[in-house]
């Protein structure tokens, strides 16, 4: 081995970061969704205490406006995990 460096650089660890509200428009599918399943899944538990049940299509309705907060803090756990792993 010369002992010669390479002519090409990698990045540096600060260019390409993807950003929270990227991060949280791409997971709010999946967030959206596990908010109605724990509505629905929270009414049969309430049902068990004397409350009404909540409908599949209520918590549907209901995980639409959930879903932004719940995919806001995923995209926030997500770009942490990506620092930590990134160096």
Request: hydrophobic share 50%; glycine share 12%.
């Amino acid at each position: 081995m010369s002992g010669t460096k390479s002519p090409s650089r990698k990045a540096p660890a600060t260019e390409g970061k993807w950003p929270v509200w990227k991060l949280a428009l791409l997971l709010y599918p999946a967030t959206a969704l596990t908010v109605a399943i724990n509505l629905f899944l929270a009414g049969l538990i309430a049902n068990g205490i004397g409350f009404s049940v909540i409908d599949p299509v209520t918590a549907i309705l209901w995980s639409i406006p959930l879903g932004i907060p719940a995919s806001w803090l995923a995209g926030r756990w997500v770009r942490g995990l990506m620092d930590e792993a990134g160096g």
